[in-house]
């Protein structure tokens, strides 16, 4: 009784942990996505405002409004997804693992 209840406790204070840890890493990776967002916005409208009048004429308003909205866009949520990287993999050989643990070989189990 006293293990099962020992047992209920670890895994609510891990999945406090847990909760606790995705939002913290969620936070970081949309601040540093928008701090990427708004350097990109800030580098193409500088860009802009350099260029001659000739040149700003090979350019349309809407090629100079798809860089600063949709590609830096793209770069924002590459900040959201990019955790997916390490993250994935772990968890599936943490899967692995623990699916080999509970379900050994018949080889490797001892007999009586």
């Known amino acids: 009784m006293q293990e099962g209840i020992t047992l209920i406790l670890l895994l ?12 913290h890493a969620f936070h ?16 193409v409208y500088r860009k802009v405002l350099r260029l001659s ?3 700003r004429q ?9 860089l600063m909205a ?3 866009e793209r770069i924002f949520q590459s ?10 993999p772990l968890g599936l050989v943490a899967s ?3 699916m080999y643990q509970s379900v050994r070989p018949p080889f490797t189990t001892p007999h009586f």
Do not use: Q
Not at 59 to 66: A, C, D, H, R, T
Not at 82 to 88: D, T
């Open 70 to 72: 949709v590609d830096s």
């Open 53 to 55: 009048p000739s040149a």
């Open 79 to 88: 900040f959201m997804s990019v955790n997916a990287l390490w993250a994935a």
């Open 12 to 23: 609510v204070v891990g999945s406090l942990f847990v909760a606790m840890g995705k939002s």
């Open 58 to 66: 090979t350019y349309s308003s809407g090629n100079i409004v798809n």
């Open 28 to 43: 970081k990776a949309l601040c540093a996505g928008l701090v990427a967002k708004a350097a990109c916005n800030s580098l």
């Open 96 to 98: 692995l693992a623990l």
